[in-house]
């Protein structure tokens, strides 16, 4: 099997080598004279990639606005809930033509915590083909479809090698979507009135079912590449102390759905960068949402041990996720070996 | 992640996977497999892993549990430094890593490295296969000799010993060792006992055992019942074995030093009657003179002249140079040749040699010859008649105890000699009354040491070790540290048995081929567990064995006290009515009346050995004629006290 590329950061470049550049403590002083916070000072070589979606407007729903407040404490007892996450992988298996012929790997999975114990609860995966369809020709379109693997299209109006995979790279998304979402559905099923935290945002389980029993749903997203707060609440939101949290306030979903969203930190930062141990959380809007967002942030709290090193993203990536991220990569080794 | 394990009754399911790694392979002797956290599986348990056609048999060796944690440090962070904080909602995930050392292979060749594949636990079918049970459990003529019950991963099954291997002729002996004080090395022996006397094969012949008891009241009641727990009853159950105490039991023990009390712990009343004397005379302890005599006395000159003694003058007509004629067969006639020796000499004018000898040398030869006697009172007698074990009319399936734990060092060095010396030279003629002789002797570390000087009883037991197994002569040794006694006794014992250990013992070189968790289990095995060895194990196994179904030593000494020393009269007495309730002691008392005691103890043992219809009639007659006693003074030929033992030249 040819060798998968990764959309998830890699163990390596999450620990990136922290280091004072050539004239970095010159610098440094100078701002710690003017009063601001010291970052890490971690060495990038090359710019971050670009965001897509920057900036969405936000409401604040409490009397204080976007204040924070402090939670209280991690919570004392372990939460009985399920964890979900989901993987995917592509590798570009050929051309014909210039038209590449992807095959897509996608998996998710949702362990369930009991009495501190984690076990699969569900677990889905699907390998597939995408391709620009209409570039390849019928007959070849048929001998794939003839591997047994779904076939599903990436069209394209002009060809582009790059663009053409980028475009396939997005077909695999949506598929991770769906199986997320499937998963979720499934676990939901089986588990009703149990808490289920998603890795992520809650934009994905907007549809149907899902949102109408989205109540025991919690999303919670450790990137931060979408702003919804601007000005003064923005620097409250990145500047929060450990173990506050801000204001609840909320923001618009796909399909005219909304969503209740808070940010809390989990971790001091100072020393490190602006966005260390800092998690937004999302909830589907409903009766008591609001009221519970510090039991909610409480036991988020609590989930900071065990600590998820050494990836990366032990900051904010909460163990039981990463537990289902390590229970994905296995099945993905498995199945990538297997052939 | 803790994977749940099911396992139904009909279809057995796996508890486990193989898997290998290039820096931890699976190889045809090894290797590795996890199982849930949840699981039956310990050191010890036997696991059988299928894979097209070809089936690995293995016992687990070693373990290991751990988690995903990176470093330590980062558990000091997740719990912020706090050791007393409470615990993270979630477990770490962990795993339970085994190693497994390969039993058996089928099929046995093409020699292969362990498929990577389920494991599953072993059927009591696996782990007769997998030790190569089989063999000898199945066919016309099986031969297995229960040992104990495997109970490795919630399941029971026994395991079996081969005759062949265990009493000869293939292989023998058994060598146990384990720390003192948990009863378990006596125990082991005991269970293992009555199980040959249960299911030798009588094809193999008729099998008996000699016991010293060495010390305490270890092998005293080997014929009283004890009570045993269900769980004890269950085994002897599953092996086959009925929990009775050894039906024909003989006890010997020698005197004390007033020659008619036994020393023995098996005094009480009610039990000492069944208890036989041990006496012998100078014709069964002359030809073992080097067990008694050390290097420094038996020069070369000396070991002439006492051999002079053997060949010429002892049991038969002698004649001295002066006229006198004697027959020497007891100490005190052996005395009287001595005196009639010295006195020729002096009266000759000649004090220098006799017979080729130098007198300074029969002189020392006396003085030690003759303080056997002193250094063994009790077992030898001085002109008494000699009481000995029924060499020539073994019992089949009889345990015969000689009870030597009162007696000193020396003393019991001479009886283990005598008695394995006689052993093997009447099997050698086989004459013993039985095929198998079963020798039982503790302390071994003490009799036949790794280091220190070669003495008679060591060459005695590496004699045993390397030639017995020929002659039926098998070995039961038991010792609390294995590392210091002689390699090649140890070596030569076709089946090692280990309780708990010391764990400096297990920290000698002799261990280190087991596996540390092996060895950590060997330092706490509870009481009544065993790990074995045998010629058909390519692994030791572990198995527990039930309380042999005996009174213990403490436990019968607390039921049935020791009986104090009685009067010589009194002991008499006894004597003769353990020989013949019906006898009254007013009889025997009238009959004492005016006897010296050591025409009594002749006697006595006399009527003992014969064993007559009318006791006190014969004892009567044994005593002889009525003689006045009147002081006569000192008798020329009579014993003279020795002065000094140590000076070989005391008058």
């Known amino acids: ?339 | 992640m803790h994977e749940r394990m099911t396992q139904g009754d009909a279809e057995p399911q796996p508890i486990g996977r193989v898997v290998a790694t290039e820096a931890q392979p699976a190889s045809p002797h090894q290797f590795h497999f996890w199982t849930a956290v949840a699981t039956s599986m310990g050191i010890g348990a036997i696991v059988r892993v299928d894979d097209r056609g070809r089936t690995v048999y293995a016992v687990v060796v070693d373990a290991r549990a751990y988690s995903d944690l990176d470093t330590p440090l980062h558990d000091v962070i997740a719990a912020e430094g706090r050791p007393a904080g409470g615990p993270a909602p979630t477990r770490r995930v962990e795993i339970r890593l085994w190693t497994a050392a390969v039993l058996r292979q089928l099929p046995e060749e093409p020699l292969q490295p362990v498929p990577l594949a389920a494991v599953y636990l072993a059927s009591e079918e696996d782990v007769q296969v997998a030790l190569r049970m089989d063999a000898y459990l199945r066919g016309t003529a099986p031969s297995g000799i229960p040992v104990g019950v495997y109970t490795g991963g919630g399941l029971r099954a026994s395991v079996h010993l081969d005759a062949d291997f265990l009493l000869g002729p293939e292989s023998a002996h058994l060598n146990i060792t384990g720390v003192s004080g948990l009863a378990t090395k006596t125990s082991a022996v005991e269970f293992f006992l009555k199980s040959i006397f249960s299911h030798l094969p009588a094809g193999k012949g008729g099998v008996a055992a000699v016991c010293f008891n060495v010390k305490g009241s270890d092998l005293c009641f080997l014929d009283q019942p004890v009570s045993l727990t269900a769980a004890d009853l269950e085994m002897y159950h599953r092996l086959g074995i009925d929990p009775e105490p050894f039906a024909r039991v003989r006890y010997f023990a020698p005197f004390k030093a007033d020659g008619v009390n036994l020393n023995t712990l098996r005094s009480h009343a009610a039990l000492v009657g069944d208890v036989q004397p041990l006496v012998w005379g100078l014709q069964e302890v002359l030809d073992f003179h080097e067990v008694l005599l050390n290097r420094d006395d038996l020069d070369a000159k000396a070991d002439a002249f006492i051999d002079f003694l053997s060949d010429r003058i002892v049991d038969r007509e002698f004649r001295d140079d002066w006229g006198g004629v004697h027959r020497v067969r007891t100490f005190t006639a052996l005395e009287r040749l001595f005196r009639a020796v010295f006195d020729g000499l002096e009266a000759g004018g000649r004090t220098d040699m006799w017979r080729t000898h130098h007198v300074a040398t029969i002189r020392k030869v006396r003085n030690r010859l003759l303080n056997i006697s002193v250094r063994c009172r009790g077992l030898v007698t001085d002109d008494g008649v000699s009481h000995d074990l029924p060499f020539g009319a073994f019992e089949d399936r009889a345990l015969y105890v000689i009870d030597v734990s009162g007696m000193d060092q020396l003393a019991q060095d001479l009886v283990f000699t005598r008695v394995v010396s006689k052993l093997r030279e009447h099997l050698e003629r086989r004459d013993l009354g039985v095929d198998r002789v079963v020798v039982f002797a503790d302390e071994l570390n003490k009799y036949a040491p790794a280091d220190g000087p070669d003495t008679y009883v060591r060459r005695m037991l590496l004699d045993i070790s390397e030639r017995g197994r020929y002659l039926g002569l098998v070995l039961f040794g038991a010792q609390q540290f294995r590392s210091q006694v002689h390699r090649r006794v140890v070596g030569n014992a076709g089946t090692t048995v280990f309780g708990r250990m010391d764990t400096d013992e297990l920290a000698t070189p002799g261990y280190q081929v087991l596996s540390p968790a092996t060895r950590i289990k060997l330092a706490t095995l509870a009481k009544g567990e065993l790990m074995v060895r045998h010629p058909h194990f390519t692994q030791p196994i572990f198995v527990r064995f039930p309380r042999p179904p005996v009174l213990a030593g403490p436990d019968g000494l607390a039921k049935f006290p020791p009986a104090p020393d009685v009067s010589f009269e009194e002991a008499v007495v006894r004597h003769l009515v353990a020989l013949d309730p019906a006898v009254a002691p007013t009889q025997v008392k009238e009959a004492l009346a005016g006897r010296r005691e050591d025409d009594v103890r002749r006697a006595l043992l006399v009527t003992r050995r014969a064993r007559p219809d009318d006791v006190v009639a014969y004892f009567r007659a044994s005593l002889g004629p009525r003689v006045a006693q009147r002081e006569v003074g000192r008798v020329a030929g009579a014993p003279v006290p020795l002065r000094s033992v140590e000076d070989p030249y005391a008058p």
């Open chain 1, 1 to 339: 099997m040819t060798a998968m590329s990764s959309s998830a950061p890699s163990v390596a470049e999450s620990a990136a080598v922290v280091r004072p550049m050539g004239s970095g403590p010159r610098v440094r002083e100078v701002l710690a004279a003017a009063g601001a916070r010291l970052g890490a000072g971690r060495v990038f070589g090359a710019a971050p990639p670009p965001v897509a979606r920057p900036f969405q407007r936000a409401d604040p729903l409490e009397a204080t606005g976007i204040d924070g407040v402090r939670v209280g404490g991690p919570a004392q007892e372990s939460v009985d809930a399920g964890f979900a996450d989901g993987v995917q992988r592509f590798a570009v298996e050929g051309w014909v033509g210039v038209a590449p012929v992807v095959r897509g790997y996608v998996a998710a999975a949702v362990l369930h915590r009991h009495d501190r114990v984690l076990a699969p609860a569900a677990y889905r995966r699907e390998e597939f083909i995408v391709a620009p369809l209409a570039r390849l020709g019928g007959r070849i379109v048929d001998d794939l479809a003839g591997t047994g693997l779904p076939v599903y299209d990436a069209d394209a109006d002009r060809p582009h090698p790059l663009m053409d995979v980028q475009r396939a790279a997005q077909v695999v998304e949506r598929r991770r979507e769906r199986l997320e979402a499937d998963v979720v559905r499934e676990y939901r099923s089986r588990y009703p009135g149990v808490w289920l935290v998603v890795d992520g945002s809650l934009a994905g389980h907007t549809d149907g079912e899902t949102a109408a029993t989205g109540r025991y749903l919690v999303g919670v997203i450790k990137s931060h590449e979408t702003q919804f707060l601007a000005g003064r609440d923005l620097e409250t939101a990145l500047t929060l102390p450990e173990g506050c949290r801000t204001g609840v306030f909320r923001r618009a979903g796909p399909g005219g759905v909304e969503l209740y969203s808070w940010y809390l930190r989990l971790r001091d930062w100072a020393g490190r960068d602006l966005l260390y141990g800092l998690l937004r959380v999302e909830r589907f809007p409903g009766d008591g949402v609001v009221g519970e967002v510090g039991e909610i942030s409480r036991w988020l709290l609590a989930e900071r041990a065990p600590v998820s090193a050494p990836d990366g993203r032990w900051d904010r990536l909460l163990y039981p996720i990463h537990m289902v991220e390590d229970f994905l990569r296995a099945k993905v080794e498995a199945t990538c070996t297997s052939a």
